[in-house]
């Protein structure tokens, strides 16, 4: 199976920070890299798909880079609205891990 | 509008059964691949079953395989888990998830809690 490790498991930011979250799969995964943002009681939403797409409807604020097994979710300018848990998940093949998730909280 | 809704959680002994149903609407459901992913209280996301449009492919996570059996009905617009031999481990939120672009989730249900205890 394809562990997928996060750093770092928590943050504290301000608004208006830029914030990077990093994604370190145990093989290559090719851009087959997904990020997720969940916040207390509601269901994961879609982010960025495969490496650097942006979802519909997600601000552009959120970016995504990488390749292979290094992959990074950029928050440009930190909104009140973006405390949350981030996840990230490999779709390269089965089971389709997930990291443990990246808990970004008000510094 | 795209809604996934579960339904069938509840409170089950160890070693009992559960059936946990998702109806979908606001899209063609036919067309799409589709997957259960479960969170534990106050932990992690993780990837339990993904079944194809046709249910010609279907995987497991390991730590559910042998145990539990995904299905769908096309005909119904809906999706099911069918879970035997629970274990206290299994306690979880339950979501139903449809797959979109590089595989990734893009609409997922609101939850259904499934509690596995004596």
């Known amino acids: 199976d394809i562990q997928m490790t996060q750093s770092p498991s928590s943050l504290s930011a301000s608004v208006g920070d830029r914030v990077t979250i990093t994604c370190r799969a145990s093989q290559s995964i090719s851009s087959y890299l997904n990020w997720y943002q969940q916040k207390p009681g509601k269901a994961p939403k879609l982010l960025i798909y495969?490496?650097?797409n942006l979802q519909s409807g997600v601000p552009s604020r959120f970016s995504g880079s990488g390749s292979g097994t290094d992959f990074t979710l950029t928050i440009s300018s930190l909104q009140p609205e973006d405390f949350a848990t981030y996840y990230c998940?490999?779709?390269?093949?089965?089971?389709?891990?997930f990291g443990q998730g990246t808990k970004v909280e008000i510094k | 509008e795209v809604q996934l809704v579960e339904s069938g959680g509840g409170l089950v002994q160890p070693g009992g059964s559960l059936r946990l149903s998702c109806a979908a609407s606001?899209?063609?459901?036919?067309?799409?691949?589709m997957n259960w992913v479960r969170q534990a209280p106050g932990k992690g996301l993780e990837w339990v079953s993904y079944i194809s449009s046709r249910s010609s492919n279907i995987y497991y996570a390991d730590s559910v395989k042998g145990r539990f059996t995904i299905s769908r009905d096309n005909a119904k617009n809906s999706l099911y888990l069918q879970m035997n031999s629970l274990r206290a481990e299994d306690t979880a939120v339950y979501y139903c998830a449809r797959e979109a672009g590089g595989n990734s989730i893009d609409y997922w249900g609101q939850g259904t809690l499934v509690t596995v205890s004596s």
């Open positions: 606001g899209f063609s459901f036919s067309s799409y691949e």
């Open positions: 495969t490496t650097s």
């Open positions: 998940q490999q779709t390269y093949n089965t089971p389709r891990t």
